[in-house]
């Protein structure tokens, strides 16, 4: 069992950046592949980025390419989701997701995702 807690969302304005962190407890994060998705109102919730247990492998998604990045810290049991250059496109209620099935390759698909956080705003103010 693992408990996900994201943190760092809030009001900025369009160009601007933020730093999502989604600290983990009750497991080891190594243990798991790590992925970000977002839900706007009224949309089905999507992929972000996502990340394997090592950071060997990261995938972004492409209307999020070159302006987020997704990394970890394992020995500190977080991931952490860069975002720059935000969009109004960009507000949703970020998530972050873990699942041992993505160690080793990134899943896009949320339904692959066991193990949820509760989520953090983003608004991008234009």
């Known amino acids: 069992q693992v408990q996900l807690v994201e943190s760092g969302g809030g009001l900025v304005q369009a160009g601007g950046s933020l730093r999502l962190s989604c600290a983990a407890s009750?497991?080891?994060?190594?243990?798991?592949?790590m992925g970000w998705f977002r839900q706007a109102p009224g949309k089905e919730r999507e992929f972000v980025a996502g990340?394997?247990?090592?950071?060997?492998?990261?995938y972004h998604a492409d209307s999020v390419k070159g302006r987020f990045t997704i990394s970890r810290d394992n020995a500190k049991n977080t991931v952490y989701l860069q975002m720059n250059s935000l969009k109004p496109e960009d507000t949703a209620v970020y998530y972050c997701?873990?699942?041992?099935?993505?160690?080793?390759?990134?899943?896009?698909?949320?339904?692959?995702?066991?193990?949820w956080g509760q989520g953090t705003q983003v608004t991008v103010s234009s």
């Open positions: 997701a873990a699942d041992a099935g993505a160690r080793w390759r990134v899943v896009r698909d949320p339904t692959r995702y066991r193990y």
């Open positions: 009750g497991s080891t994060l190594s243990s798991f592949g």
């Open positions: 990340i394997t247990w090592s950071a060997g492998s990261t």
